[in-house]
């Protein structure tokens, strides 16, 4: 069975500071895709990067990156440089060949102050 | 306006009573979602359908039904709400295979269900 694990429940820091959140995740699976959702206190779920387990190229995306670990099973999210608008609760899912569903982690809460 | 809509937003209804929550989408997808969010669980899937004729189970659909009406419109039911139903749900779609290297998730704002 797949299991991601955000072991952060709650991250609070100020603007413009860094911000680091972490996602490992458990699989049998050698091809399996790895996801970031973002939940802004509007509700809603937003798509932020997809990434399939061939690819271990880091990504960045503005003030985002990812850095992808298959050695550790880690698929982790920095936010640079961090403002209020990114205060969000963000998800780390995982999806293998034979699932039907993704497997989300419980969410890492961050909150930046101004 | 929002291309996954979900009614009503919120609601409080008491132990015992029947709920319906409805979805309906305009981006033409045919696949449909319908997750719960709880506190320190993430989001669990209830039920999923790939099109009009398709209904599944997912990992926690006991309590819960599903109609599919027509591809944009996937509703989820309650018949007799309990408090441990109280949660945050959310629709979703999805065009392609979530194990594409396109596939991807869209979500309704959500629905607040609280059972007294």
């Known amino acids: 069975a797949q299991k991601v694990t955000q072991a952060q429940t709650e991250i609070s820091v100020v603007e413009k500071e860094d911000v680091t959140l972490d996602c490992v995740y458990e699989t049998r699976d050698t091809t399996y895709y790895l996801f970031w959702y973002k939940q802004p206190p509007s509700g809603e779920l937003v798509f932020l990067i997809r990434r399939n387990s061939f690819d271990e190229q880091n990504e960045i995306s503005g003030r985002y990156s990812w850095n992808f670990q298959k050695s550790t099973s880690s698929f982790n999210f920095t936010i640079t440089a961090s403002q209020v608008v990114d205060s969000a609760v963000y998800f780390c899912a995982l999806i293998g060949p034979n699932d039907y569903k993704l497997s989300f982690g419980a969410g890492t809460t961050v909150t930046v102050r101004a | 306006d929002a291309d996954v809509t979900q009614t009503p937003r919120n609601r409080i209804t008491k132990t015992g009573k029947r709920i319906m929550l409805e979805c309906s989408q305009t981006?033409?997808?045919?696949?449909m979602y319908w997750y719960r969010q709880d506190p320190g669980l993430g989001l669990r899937l209830i039920y999923y359908?790939?099109?009009?004729?398709?209904?599944n189970k997912g990992e926690i659909s006991d309590g819960y039904s599903v109609s599919r009406q027509a591809q944009a419109k996937f509703s989820l039911s309650l018949e007799s709400a309990i408090p441990n139903q109280t949660a945050l749900y959310f629709c979703?779609?999805?065009?392609?295979?979530?194990?594409?290297?396109?596939?991807?998730?869209?979500f309704g704002e959500g629905s607040r269900l609280t059972v007294l």
């Open positions: 981006k033409g997808h045919d696949r």
């Open positions: 979703a779609t999805s065009e392609k295979d979530l194990r594409s290297n396109t596939g991807e998730l869209f």
């Open positions: 359908s790939f099109d009009v004729k398709d209904i």
